[in-house]
């Protein structure tokens, strides 16, 4: 479990998330802070946002699945939202149920809605029951209210049971995500960074701007590379611009090690380099004893 030190707890303080109560979010942020005031929000922006603008003292938001891959709305929420910076990270086991009104059953369903990237992480699922067919909703724990409200049986969503006890719903089948291991890793968000104790293994996320030349990527990674250092994600997201990118890159290394600033030193002499956070790698990602 990835968890503040107790003096630095934002308890009794106002964390923000996205999607409804219920939500696998607001599971993250119980396992890092235990005794905060969640605060859900609509969108990702929205939560970056509140962050950035004082109206909560942290957030929480999803970067990447193990199933779906990278959670892009969360990285172009961090991109328009400079002033935040990533302090903690915790790994949530992803555990999907059906759910529906109470005397429903699965032949009943015409439709099931959830999070597009909950979707994604049930693909097996749906092929198993063409007769279903996928809606995409804006969150899960909010697909779960929705159908709650609705009362229709042939309407179902796709949530954590936790969702389904607030909101009343009877679970049809459970564990229907694509591998038993799932899992999401989520990034706690603050107005200012906060340090890593030396020595602790960690990970940095950056943000790159290269210039759109042949080899810009390769002579941005090389000095990450040149130094020992482990690169555990690169991708690309559009800039905004027609055709023009930027790179999302994490780094392990232990915190305040010569090799990563030399490396960061580098690099900046070939890159754009916004640091958007060093945090306490969680154990179970990088698949070392807890």
């Given amino acids: 479990?990835?968890?503040?030190?107790?003096?630095?707890?934002?308890?009794?303080?106002?964390?923000?998330?996205?999607?409804?109560r219920g939500a696998y979010s607001e599971d993250a942020l119980r396992l890092l802070w235990p005794s905060a005031r969640p605060v859900p929000m609509r969108s990702n922006l929205d939560v970056a946002r509140a962050v950035a603008t004082g109206a909560v003292d942290a957030g929480v938001l999803p970067v990447e699945n193990t199933l779906a891959g990278s959670v892009v709305a969360t990285w172009d929420a961090i991109v328009a939202t400079e002033t935040v910076h990533a302090i903690a990270e915790t790994v949530v086991p992803i555990h999907h149920c059906v759910m529906a009104p109470h005397g429903a059953s699965l032949s009943d369903l015409v439709t099931v809605a959830s999070h597009p990237v909950a979707l994604d992480q049930c693909r097996g699922w749906f092929l198993r029951h063409p007769h279903v067919r996928a809606v995409a909703a804006e969150d899960t724990a909010g697909a779960a209210a929705v159908v709650a409200s609705s009362g229709n049986r042939t309407?179902?969503?796709?949530?954590?049971?936790?969702?389904?006890?607030?909101?009343?719903?009877?679970?049809?089948?459970?564990?229907?995500?694509?591998?038993p291991d799932n899992q999401t890793r989520f990034l706690a968000?603050?107005?200012?960074?906060?340090?890593?104790?030396?020595?602790?293994?960690?990970?940095?996320?950056?943000?790159?701007?290269?210039?759109?030349?042949p080899g810009a990527l390769?002579?941005?990674?090389?000095?990450?590379?040149?130094?020992?250092?482990?690169?555990?994600?690169?991708?690309?997201?559009?800039?905004?611009?027609?055709?023009?990118?930027?790179?999302f890159v994490d780094v392990q290394h232990e915190a305040g090690s010569r090799a990563f600033t030399d490396a960061l030193a580098a690099l900046s002499h070939v890159a754009t380099v916004r640091l958007v956070g060093t945090v306490p790698a969680h154990a179970s990602h990088l698949g070392a004893p807890s």
């Fill in 155 to 179: 309407c179902g969503a796709i949530a954590g049971r936790g969702a389904a006890a607030l909101h009343g719903l009877s679970i049809l089948a459970e564990n229907i995500e694509d591998r």
């Fill in 189 to 213: 968000l603050a107005r200012a960074p906060r340090p890593v104790v030396e020595g602790v293994l960690c990970r940095t996320s950056l943000v790159l701007a290269t210039a759109n030349i």
């Fill in 1 to 20: 479990m990835s968890r503040l030190p107790s003096s630095e707890s934002l308890s009794p303080g106002l964390v923000a998330f996205q999607g409804a």
């Fill in 218 to 247: 390769v002579a941005a990674l090389t000095p990450l590379a040149a130094h020992g250092l482990n690169l555990t994600r690169v991708e690309s997201r559009p800039t905004g611009e027609p055709w023009t990118y930027r790179f």
